[in-house]
C-alpha cells in the first residue's frame, strides 16, 4: 500500500498556541486529501478536504479559521490547530487520495492535548 | 446528508465464535469500505465493495453489499484473538467524496 507519513505523531500544548500537523504522501501524488478526528473510542469524523492548490471545503460545524488547512503541492499538506482549547484534544488523521480511488490510504496520526 | 450506522458498538464473543458487524446508510452508496482498527493505531483497509450484491471473502471474513447498495456486513468466522480491534464501515457517495465512517464495531475476545 502507499506510504503516508505524518508529523508529529503525538504533542503537547498549552491552551492558547498554535500546532501544525504535515501529511505527506511518500510514494504518490494526492490530489485530495482528507482530514479526520477521532475523539476517544469514537468513529473517525471528516474535517474538510483540499485539493492541490485550491482552499479547502469544511464539514458543517468545523471552523475553517480555527483549522486551517494548506494543501500547497501534491505531497504535502499540513493542518495548523489554531488558539487550541482542551476540546481540540483529538486524533487528527490525514488520508490523501490519488491516482484510483479503490481503496483510501490513511496516515499514522497525530495525537493532540492541549493543556 | 449522509449518515452511517453501525451494529453492534460492542461485541464480546469466545474465541472461536463467529462475529458479524452490520452497516446501513441513510442514502444511496457508490461504494462502502471495510477498517480495521487497533488500539493506538490507524485505520487499515481491508476491502471495498462496489457493485450490489457483492459478495467477497479474506479468508475467514466474508463482506457483502447489499442489493440497493445501502447496506453491509463484515462476518468473521472462528474469531481468534488476532481479530481483536474496531472494525469500521464507510461508505462514499459518489465521486471524491469524503468517506463517512459508521461509528464501528468494537469487537472483544475472550480466550
Known amino acids: 500500500g502507499a506510504v503516508v507519513s505524518q508529523h508529529p505523531s503525538w504533542v503537547i500544548c498549552k491552551s492558547g498556541t498554535s500546532v501544525k500537523i504535515e501529511c505527506r504522501s511518500l510514494d504518490f501524488q494526492a490530489t485530495t486529501m482528507f482530514w479526520y478526528r477521532q475523539f476517544p473510542k469514537q468513529s473517525l469524523m471528516l474535517m474538510a478536504t483540499s485539493n492541490e492548490g485550491s482552499k479547502a471545503t469544511y464539514e458543517q460545524g468545523v471552523e475553517k479559521d480555527k483549522f486551517l488547512i494548506n494543501h500547497a503541492s501534491l505531497t504535502l499538506s499540513t493542518l495548523t490547530v489554531t488558539s487550541a482549547h482542551p476540546e481540540d484534544s483529538s486524533f487528527y488523521i490525514c488520508?490523501?487520495?490519488?491516482?484510483?480511488?479503490?481503496?483510501?490510504?490513511f496516515g499514522p496520526g497525530t495525537r493532540l492535548t492541549v493543556t | 446528508g449522509q449518515q452511517v450506522m453501525q451494529i453492534p458498538q460492542y461485541q464480546h464473543v469466545q474465541e472461536g465464535e463467529d462475529f458479524t458487524t452490520y452497516c446501513n446508510s441513510s442514502t444511496t452508496l457508490s461504494n462502502i469500505q471495510w477498517y480495521k482498527q487497533r488500539p493506538g493505531g490507524h485505520p487499515v483497509f481491508l476491502i471495498q465493495l462496489v457493485k450490489s450484491g457483492e459478495v467477497k471473502k479474506q479468508k475467514r471474513l466474508t463482506f457483502q453489499f447489499g442489493e440497493a447498495k445501502k447496506n453491509s456486513s463484515l462476518h468473521i468466522t472462528a474469531t481468534q484473538t488476532t481479530d481483536v480491534g474496531t472494525y469500521f464501515c464507510?461508505?462514499?457517495?459518489?465521486?471524491?467524496?469524503?468517506?463517512?465512517f459508521g461509528k464501528g464495531t468494537h469487537l472483544i475476545i475472550q480466550p
Open positions: 488520508s490523501p487520495l490519488g491516482g484510483s480511488s479503490y481503496e483510501q490510504y
Open positions: 464507510a461508505g462514499r457517495g459518489g465521486g471524491a467524496d469524503g468517506l463517512t
